[in-house]
């Protein structure tokens, strides 16, 4: 790897949950892994209840959005970047109609000055017990 070109682990996100890092920078570009709301050096998931089995029985997507927005900014800013730099936004939902207008309002509160390109996908499930999954990518000095 060249020096404009790195991993970066962050040490206040939560730990990835397979071989991959935090983020990768290309040039003057970040690339950011999946981010969900997940907490580092925790088991629970922040607005998430489970069953003994480890099966979602209820959550709450607002938590979600925080606890993911507030990894973001962790990744972003130990990389170097800052929310201002996102410049592309792909976001993940288990449940689109009974998410999106919660999580859209949520999202206008934090890309109020700052407005990526964005992309909202419904999909069945994610690698852990979430309801939703950021993949960002930022600009860079």
């Known amino acids: 790897m060249t020096e404009q070109e790195s991993q970066i682990l962050s040490s206040r996100a939560p730990e990835p949950v397979g071989l991959y890092p935090h983020a990768r920078r290309v040039g003057n570009l970040l690339f950011l892994s999946g981010v969900g709301p997940r907490e580092r050096g925790k088991k629970e998931i922040p607005g998430v ?13 607002e938590t979600q959005c925080h606890s ?15 929310w201002e730099n996102i410049v592309d936004v ?24 700052n407005k990526p390109c964005r992309t909202t ?17 930022a600009t860079i000095d």
Do not use: H
């Open 49 to 61: 209840q489970l069953d003994s089995k480890g099966k979602i029985v209820s959550y709450n997507i």
């Open 90 to 113: 792909t976001v993940f939902l288990t449940n689109m109609n009974r998410d999106f207008a919660k999580y859209n309002k949520i999202y206008a509160e934090y890309f109020k000055d």
């Open 121 to 137: 996908v419904e999909i069945n499930a994610l690698p852990t017990p979430i309801a939703i999954e950021l993949k960002v990518i």
């Open 68 to 82: 993911v927005f507030k990894n973001i900014r962790y990744i972003l800013e130990d990389a170097g970047s800052s």
